[in-house]
Each structure stands twice: as structure tokens, then as C-alpha cells.
């Protein structure tokens, strides 16, 4: 794969301020938290020949097809729009089809994958609750011990462009911000800083696919990851059942790839979101994850608005941390309710975890 050029990579010098090379690292840099540096906000593409060229095109028209619906996807019928209704399950009522193992065995993983994107690419709002390991030790998480984890329970309004979030120490809430002193009074810190790419990155989501985007923009951010070969890797889906509600669990490989300027992981989707057009800050992203390693996540999947309900992912650097000791890992709950957080005084410095367990991935042996 050929790179596109511009800023956006490490060790690579631009004419903009905010791009300056990387110090020496012994793994790719990790991004939950990524230093002050922003990418471009308009990036060239790259110069492509006649056969890749075709191929993009292919992809765009197949892109343009999405957009069926779960339940047709897994042979229930209908034309419900991905991403249109709220995640839940179904539990049955009237006039619904109860899903089978049949039904999820007969689904095109890739299909499935591409939908899931576009239904989460979409959506105006994003309510999240995430637990990440990311400046501390990974090695209890991969052993199925207790872990130090952040969490964090955050929203933003792509329309509106707000950002609510709380965590143990610090909120930002209807644009003001506040601290947890160490004594446990809260105290008022001023104004919420700017919403930029960098900020959202711990707060909001999965920190790999935005939200927000119109149809254009997310089938232009799909299509390159298409033609990103062997960045997608669906595995087999299968259908689970949580409290009384279904949901398609389904692994998904984000995979490390050899491009014209060395090995890109989460930097496929930085290019990604170049195709778009949109400004980093004014539609704040910045992917989390190792920008030249694999990232292995875990959807569950409501069946009808194939968005999820819950994810779990690990990012590592298969070549130098096999085992994804020096990795990060991220869990998210995802409340499609259209609203930001509103956390009352006393909640503040008391975020509430993802309800679902954590599954401790293991490098190398999503299933």
C-alpha cells in the first residue's frame, strides 16, 4: 500500500508547527493519550495507478449498497436502516422474529463489518462509558487479575458540538469545567478547554470510529479502509444472549499492514479520515490504539440497528510485544439515547463502569 503524504506520521518533519518528529520510542507510540500534534486538516491524496484506482472506484459503488438493515442482513425481512434504532436486543414482542444460530451463521462477516462502521459512523451523538488501561501496567489485565483502569463517562453532539464528560477527577459539564479536590469537595475550574481531536480521544467512544458524518463522508472513510488490504479482518460472528436480550458477537481484527512508509495500524484510520474532507478539530478525532500495530476488538451487536451495545478491544505491536504487555486495552458501553451525560454534584468523581465483564483478550487469540 502506498502512504499518502502529508503530516500524520512519525519521525516525519512538516513546515506546520504542530508536527514535529517523535522522539526515539521502543514500541510505536501509544495513543489513548497522545501528545498536543494534530493532523492536517487538508491532506492530499495520493496518486494512485490506473488498477488501484479501479479498484477504489469498485469499492465505493459496494459502499453506496450498505445500509439494508440487521435484520435483513441476518435473513429477518424488512429494510431498517443500519444504526437507526437503539441497541437492546429484542426480546420477542409482537410481530418480531426471534433470531437463530442459523440465522447468524449465514451472514457475510465482511457485510456485517461494513454496515456496523457505517451505522457507527452516522450517528449524531455518542454516549459512552469506557474503561482503558493505558499509562498502567497491562500485565493484570492479560492475567485475568484486578486492574487499574480510567473511567470515564463522556458525550459529544456532533451537531452542536458539545462535550460533556466526568471521570474520577476532572468534568466538563454544560461548559464548565470542575475538580475533585483531593479532600472530595468539588471545585469550579473555569471554562471547558477547546474541543479539539485530542481531547475527545479519552472520553468519548472507541477511539477508532467517529461519529457524525453524512453518508458521503462515511462511505468515503469506509472505502479506504477497503483499500487498506488486509487492515479488515472479520471473524465469524455468533448470536449471545444477556439478560433476557440478543446481541451478535463479533470479533474483529484491525490488522498492522506494510505500507510505502513502514508498518501502519491505527494510522490507517488517521488516512481514513483524511478522505473525508473534515478538520480533526472542527469534527474532533484522533484514533486511539498503536498507529503501527494490530488492534483486536469484540463487538456486541444490537441485530436490528447493528450498532453496539458493548466493545472491548487491545492494541499491540505483534512484532515487538507479542504477548501486548506494553499494549493498551479499552472497554466501552455504548448508550444510544441521543443525550449527553448531565452527572448530578454528587456524582461528580464517580463515573459509572461498563456493566458488561470484561472478556481479558489475549494477543493473537481473538475469537
Same mark, same amino acid.
Given at each position: 500500500?502506498?502512504?499518502?503524504?502529508?503530516?500524520?506520521?512519525?519521525?516525519q518533519?512538516?513546515?506546520?508547527?504542530?508536527?514535529?518528529?517523535?522522539?526515539?520510542?521502543?514500541?510505536?507510540?501509544?495513543?489513548?493519550?497522545?501528545?498536543?500534534?494534530?493532523?492536517?486538516?487538508?491532506?492530499?491524496?495520493? /496518486? *494512485? =495507478?490506473? $488498477?488501484?484506482?479501479?479498484?477504489?472506484?469498485?469499492?465505493?459503488?459496494?459502499?453506496?449498497?450498505? !445500509? &439494508?438493515?440487521?435484520?435483513?442482513?441476518?435473513?429477518?425481512?424488512?429494510?431498517?436502516?443500519?444504526?437507526?434504532?437503539?441497541?437492546?436486543?429484542?426480546?420477542?414482542?409482537?410481530?418480531?422474529?426471534?433470531?437463530?444460530?442459523?440465522?447468524?451463521?449465514?451472514?457475510?462477516?465482511?457485510?456485517?463489518?461494513?454496515?456496523?462502521?457505517?451505522?457507527?459512523?452516522?450517528?449524531?451523538?455518542?454516549?459512552?462509558?469506557?474503561?482503558?488501561?493505558?499509562?498502567?501496567?497491562?500485565r493484570?489485565?492479560?492475567?485475568?487479575?484486578?486492574?487499574?483502569?480510567?473511567?470515564?463517562?463522556?458525550?459529544?453532539?456532533?451537531?452542536?458540538?458539545?462535550?460533556?464528560?466526568?471521570?474520577?477527577?476532572?468534568?466538563?459539564?454544560?461548559?464548565? /469545567? *470542575? =475538580?475533585? $479536590?483531593?479532600d472530595?469537595?468539588?471545585?469550579?475550574?473555569?471554562?471547558?478547554?477547546?474541543?479539539? !481531536? &485530542?481531547?475527545?480521544?479519552?472520553?468519548?467512544?472507541?477511539?477508532?470510529?467517529?461519529?457524525?458524518?453524512?453518508e458521503?463522508?462515511?462511505?468515503?472513510?469506509?472505502?479506504?479502509?477497503?483499500?487498506?488490504?488486509?487492515?479488515?479482518?472479520?471473524?465469524?460472528?455468533?448470536?449471545?444472549?444477556?439478560?433476557?436480550?440478543?446481541?451478535?458477537?463479533?470479533?474483529v481484527?484491525?490488522?498492522?499492514?506494510?505500507?510505502?512508509?513502514?508498518?501502519?495500524?491505527?494510522?490507517?484510520?488517521?488516512?481514513?479520515?483524511?478522505?473525508?474532507?473534515?478538520?480533526?478539530?472542527?469534527?474532533?478525532?484522533?484514533?486511539?490504539?498503536?498507529?503501527g500495530?494490530?488492534?483486536?476488538?469484540?463487538?456486541?451487536?444490537?441485530?436490528?440497528?447493528?450498532?453496539?451495545?458493548?466493545?472491548e478491544?487491545?492494541?499491540?505491536?505483534?512484532?515487538?510485544?507479542?504477548?501486548?504487555?506494553? !499494549?493498551?486495552?479499552?472497554?466501552?458501553?455504548?448508550?444510544w439515547?441521543?443525550?449527553?451525560?448531565?452527572?448530578?454534584?454528587?456524582?461528580?468523581?464517580?463515573?459509572?463502569?461498563?456493566?458488561?465483564?470484561?472478556?481479558?483478550?489475549?494477543?493473537?487469540?481473538?475469537?
Amino acid at each position: 500500500m502506498t502512504a499518502p503524504p502529508g503530516p500524520g506520521w512519525h519521525g516525519q518533519h512538516s513546515p506546520q508547527g504542530p508536527y514535529q518528529p517523535q522522539p526515539p520510542h521502543p514500541y510505536p507510540q501509544q495513543h489513548p493519550y497522545p501528545p498536543q500534534q494534530h493532523p492536517p486538516q487538508q491532506p492530499q491524496r495520493p /496518486k *494512485r =495507478r490506473g $488498477r488501484t484506482a479501479l479498484v477504489v472506484s469498485l469499492v465505493v459503488v459496494l459502499v453506496a449498497g450498505l !445500509g &439494508v438493515g440487521g435484520w435483513a442482513l441476518f435473513g429477518g425481512g424488512g429494510a431498517e436502516k443500519p444504526g437507526a434504532a437503539q441497541t437492546g436486543g429484542d426480546k420477542g414482542g409482537k410481530g418480531s422474529k426471534e433470531l437463530t444460530e442459523a440465522d447468524v451463521a449465514k451472514a457475510d462477516p465482511k457485510k456485517l463489518l461494513d454496515d456496523t462502521i457505517m451505522a457507527q459512523l452516522t450517528q449524531p451523538v455518542l454516549h459512552t462509558r469506557i474503561d482503558s488501561i493505558i499509562h498502567t501496567p497491562m500485565r493484570p489485565y492479560l492475567a485475568g487479575q484486578p486492574y487499574e483502569g480510567k473511567i470515564v463517562e463522556g458525550g459529544f453532539d456532533y451537531k452542536q458540538r458539545k462535550l460533556n464528560f466526568f471521570d474520577d477527577t476532572n468534568a466538563c459539564v454544560e461548559g464548565a /469545567k *470542575r =475538580r475533585v $479536590r483531593y479532600d472530595g469537595a468539588i471545585a469550579e475550574a473555569g471554562p471547558c478547554d477547546p474541543i479539539k !481531536g &485530542v481531547e475527545m480521544l479519552g472520553k468519548v467512544g472507541n477511539g477508532l470510529i467517529p461519529g457524525g458524518m453524512n453518508e458521503t463522508q462515511a462511505q468515503a472513510f469506509l472505502a479506504y479502509l477497503h483499500e487498506s488490504d488486509g487492515f479488515l479482518a472479520p471473524g465469524k460472528p455468533a448470536m449471545v444472549s444477556r439478560e433476557g436480550k440478543q446481541y451478535i458477537r463479533f470479533p474483529v481484527a484491525f490488522k498492522v499492514i506494510a505500507t510505502s512508509r513502514g508498518p501502519a495500524g491505527s494510522q490507517v484510520f488517521i488516512w481514513a479520515f483524511q478522505q473525508t474532507k473534515l478538520s480533526f478539530d472542527d469534527h474532533p478525532y484522533f484514533p486511539a490504539g498503536n498507529t503501527g500495530g494490530t488492534t483486536e476488538m469484540v463487538f456486541y451487536l444490537d441485530p436490528k440497528s447493528l450498532l453496539p451495545a458493548y466493545s472491548e478491544q487491545l492494541s499491540y505491536d505483534p512484532e515487538e510485544d507479542p504477548t501486548g504487555a506494553e !499494549g493498551s486495552a479499552r472497554r466501552v458501553e455504548y448508550l444510544w439515547d441521543g443525550k449527553l451525560p448531565l452527572p448530578q454534584t454528587s456524582q461528580l468523581g464517580k463515573p459509572t463502569a461498563p456493566s458488561w465483564p470484561s472478556e481479558r483478550l489475549k494477543a493473537g487469540q481473538l475469537k
